[in-house]
């Protein structure tokens, strides 16, 4: 009878398992992080979306309405945003003569959310002198 040699058993030291986990526990922990900061800012690209819907359908019913009267006007929306309208002449004795039939106005909606977050959005409308 011919005897062999014995075999040496393969697999893996527990050094190299160790190894295997840090590096593993190293990169998983990478990952975390990066789903995380996505969600984050996902989430932060979402609530500015929606102050920036909400403010222009503020300025859409601010211009919509019958006459435009110089002032300021607050309210909320939902308990998350609040929003802020003002309503000034603009000063145009630079930009039109004196002899205009229009009058600039300057329309301005901010929503608000959170901790100081905001959204300002502004534009000007000419009115008639007559419709004023």
Request: overall charge neutral; charged content about 25%.
């Amino acid at each position: 009878m011919t005897r062999r040699p014995p075999r040496r058993q393969s697999g893996f030291s527990l050094l190299e398992v160790l190894v295997a986990f840090a590096v593993l526990t190293v990169t998983l922990g990478v990952l975390l992080n990066i789903f995380s900061l996505a969600i984050r800012t996902t989430q932060a690209a979402q609530e500015q979306q929606k102050a920036m819907l909400l403010a222009e359908s503020k300025l859409t019913e601010l211009d919509a309405g019958s006459r435009l009267r110089p002032g300021r006007e607050q309210g909320w929306f939902d308990d998350n945003y609040w929003w802020e309208t003002r309503v000034e002449e603009f000063d145009s004795r630079e930009l039109m003569d004196n002899d205009s039939m229009l009058v600039p106005y300057r329309l301005s909606v901010i929503v608000g959310w959170g901790r100081n977050q905001q959204y300002d959005l502004t534009t000007l409308r000419l009115v008639r002198l007559e419709a004023r």
